[in-house]
T-cell receptor, first 111, second 116 residues
Framework: QKEVEQNSGPLSVPEGAIASLNCTYS??????FFWYRQYSGKSPELIMF????GDKEDGRFTAQLNKASQYVSLLIRDSQPSDSATYLC???????????FGSGTKLNVKP | KAGVTQTPRYLIKTRGQQVTLSCSPI?????VSWYQQTPGQGLQFLFE???????NKGNFPGRFSGRQFSNSRSEMNVSTLELGDSALYLC???????????????FGPGTRLLVL
């Protein structure tokens, strides 16, 4: 069973700050990593995905992947109260369309 | 393009009954996956269907089953419902022409099932 670990939080940051969300995974061979955002009572929505070591930026969001250390992180710059949600890290199993999700980190952005 | 749709959105059943949930994927998407989400266990993979065939399966008992039709719509069935089956059931679709392709999944709004 592949493990995906996240700190459940809540992580509280003031408006305008950088929020840093972390995720570790157990399968060293994993190649594809995804971040989803889930508002309370809603379904997960894709924020971004990353396949290669290093950083990938999309607007205020930056995903960072370090395969040697088996962690992936998500940075949210200029955090807004509307970013308050649970952030789910997901790892896709190689050669299968099967995703393993972490339990999610709850982010609170305080005005 | 319309997103993933799921019906019904809410359902109340009693123990021992069975339930069928429906999912229509994004147009052109041929892979449909089902997940169970509970506060205690998080998002857990149930199974994936592609071209009417179950391609992947999670660690759930045989009471949980599914199928996919030729138009890629999928149904999930849970028989002999237990209290612990109360959860949000999410369907996700992707293009996924071949296993291992980089395509990601897009989730539907979910069906919230309450078992009394």
């Amino acid at each position: 069973q592949k493990e995906v670990e996240q700190n459940s939080g809540p992580l509280s940051v003031p408006e305008g700050a950088i929020a840093s969300l972390n995720c570790t995974y157990s399968d060293r061979g994993s190649q594809s990593f995804f971040w989803y955002r889930q508002y309370s009572g809603k379904s997960p929505e894709l924020i971004m995905f990353i396949y290669s070591n290093g950083d990938k930026e999309d607007g205020r969001f930056t995903a960072q992947l370090n395969k040697a250390s088996q962690y992936v992180s998500l940075l949210i710059r200029d955090s807004q109260p509307s970013d308050s949600a649970t952030y789910l890290c997901a790892v896709k199993e190689d050669n299968f369309n099967k995703f393993y999700f972490g339990s999610g980190t709850k982010l609170n952005v305080k005005p | 393009k319309a997103g993933v749709t799921q019906t019904p959105r809410y359902l109340i059943k009693t123990r021992g009954q069975q339930v069928t949930l429906s999912c229509s994927p994004i147009s052109g998407h041929r892979s449909v996956s089902w997940y169970q989400q509970t506060p205690g266990q998080g998002l857990q993979f149930l199974f994936e269907y592609f071209s009417e065939t179950q391609r992947n399966k999670g660690n759930f008992p045989g009471r949980f089953s599914g199928r996919q039709f030729s138009n890629s719509r999928s149904e999930m069935n849970v028989s002999t419902l237990e209290l612990g089956d109360s959860a949000l059931y999410l369907c996700a679709s992707s293009l996924s022409p071949t296993p291992g392709s980089g395509e990601t999944q897009y989730f539907g709004p979910g069906t919230r099932l309450l078992v009394l």
